[in-house]
């Protein structure tokens, strides 16, 4: 669900956008989904209304708004300078077998809380803000991540899973394109039935660039 407005990146719920392939120490398997909150109970705010959430695509600044289009990031800058912003990961887990029914696998619906509850699993602090330099050099990288998690593979574009899948083959070809830029213009070509990259460079395919 979007949001308008928030008062602060510091009291927003953040919900990852794919699923894991989780297994135990014991062996038991899962489908796992994480989140990070707000470490106190802060109520959430930007929420926007069920009519809104109707045309979610077409939210835009309110008649009216005069603060700066970067007033959330300026607005965490001012706080880090006097105080830390305490936050916390949770997991949320769901039993895996070959036979789950696919609209599990839907990050857009949620669990029933009762039956999988969500789970703190670490605490983060945030005691300063970082230069913009450092920001905008700074990647991410799904595949980095523990060996007990994983992702599921999918069949097809339709497929819920298709999203992580292709962002494993897509991200290191696209982080090597950014190295790149600056010397050789690259063309990338993403292939969505199979997830394959391709890359075309100026230099060796000159008619495809105007």
Not at 18 to 41: H, L, M, S
Not at 57 to 81: A, F, I, N, Q, V
Not at 139 to 153: A, E, V
Not at 162 to 171: E, G, N, Q, T
Request: a positive charge; glycine letters at 4%.
């Amino acid at each position: 669900m979007g949001r308008r407005n928030p008062d602060s990146f510091a009291n927003l719920h953040y919900y990852g956008q794919q699923n894991y392939f989780y297994a135990d120490n014991n062996g038991r398997k899962f489908i796992a989904r994480f989140r990070c909150v707000p470490t106190e109970n802060i109520p959430e705010s930007g929420l926007i209304s069920e009519e809104e959430q109707k045309t979610v695509w077409e939210l835009g600044r309110l008649p009216g708004e005069t603060r700066s289009k970067t007033y959330l990031r300026e607005e965490m800058h001012d706080r880090l300078k006097t105080q830390n912003v305490q936050l916390t990961i949770q997991a949320q887990l769901h039993n895996w077998c070959p036979l789950v029914p696919a609209e599990v696998y839907n990050c857009g619906e949620e669990w029933n809380e009762k039956e999988h509850p969500w789970m703190n699993v670490a605490r983060v602090t945030l005691d300063k803000a970082l230069d913009n330099q450092v920001t905008e050099g700074m990647r991410m990288d799904i595949s980095h991540r523990p060996t007990s998690l994983n992702f599921f593979g999918a069949n097809s574009v339709f497929d819920f899973n298709s999203i992580p899948y292709a962002r494993l083959k897509v991200y290191p070809v696209s982080h090597a394109m950014r190295k790149l830029r600056n010397n050789m213009p690259a063309l990338m070509l993403i292939s969505a039935a199979t997830a394959s990259v391709f890359l075309l460079f100026k230099s060796k395919l000159p008619s495809l660039w105007y």
